[in-house]
């Protein structure tokens, strides 16, 4: 709805244009049009989610009651979302000029420096809420918006920081000839990304309390299984992305299909809904039928 009712006065995101083009003229006004509106899915990871794992649904959670709450939180980090697509998505994706001048630059220099940057900053925004029992954010601030503001710091920073890091690391290996050094390091970061979601969602953030009672050991084991698991799904999916029909394989058709990072969030989806759908179907139906019968015949 948002682009569409932009697309009254942008070109691009004219439904008419988008949807039946007519011309050649039109056909590339389309296609810059849905891919930058396609990737405003990305805006809504890097500035909706963070409303809820950063800052706990502030200042609405405790001072509405739902629907109230829920809707507050949804048009203020709408509001983000839509701003941080205008600001940093679309002059990434569309050369925008006046006359002979060029009107924006591309943030980060060039759209894989940009999906390193969002990469990083997702892990760091996600830790707290996905596993990291709200540190590192907690170690500087017990209470909200600090906690949040804080999280929010630590997440930017990571996302200047952790790409440079890894860009120097796998640079040397050459994992995947003639592929961007930094569409490399975003398909390592999202490696992790999807380790540490899988985790928490299939896994519930093993070990918990009652297996590791430090708080700060339980952390630490489970950062070491976020970054280490990932490195190594990261570097197998690297190897094996152009056999995958969703990864790069075209099946014979001639034409080039997901590729690197629209393969892993391809796979991230699957884990996604059927935890946040399905409630781990029919992993936890199987569960609940063992259970039964160790019930009724014993444990033995």
Known sequence: MLISFLGIWWKPFNLAIMFTPK???????????????????????????????????????????????????LAI?????????????????????????????????????FLAFCQAFIIFFLMPAEGGEQ????LFAKKQPLMGIIGLLIALAAGFMVPPIVRSIITPLNLVPGVPADILVSSLELSIVI??????????????????????????????????????????????????????????MGFPTMGILGGQFALLMTVLFLNTFFDKWPLVRKQVVLDSASKRYGAN
Do not use: C
């Open 195 to 252: 380790f540490l979601l899988t985790w928490h969602h299939l896994f519930d953030d093993y070990p918990g309390p009652q297996v590791v009672t430090n708080t700060a050991a339980r952390i630490f084991i489970r950062i070491a299984i976020w970054f280490g698991g990932g490195s190594l799904f990261g570097i197998l999916w690297l190897k094996t992305f152009t056999k995958l029909p969703y990864g790069a394989n075209n099946l014979g």
């Open 135 to 138: 540190y590192p954010m907690k």
């Open 23 to 73: 011309t050649i003229a039109d056909v590339k006004l389309a296609y810059e049009g849905w891919e930058a509106a396609n990737f405003y899915a990305l805006a809504v990871i890097i500035a909706q989610i963070p409303f809820a794992s950063l800052f706990q649904k502030w200042p609405f959670a405790g001072k509405a009651t739902q629907p109230t709450e829920g809707l507050g939180v």
């Open 77 to 113: 980090s709408t509001a983000a979302a839509w701003i941080v697509w205008m600001a940093l998505i679309v002059p990434s994706l569309m050369k925008l000029s006046l006359d002979e001048h060029q009107i924006v630059t591309q943030p980060f220099g060039s759209w894989p420096g």
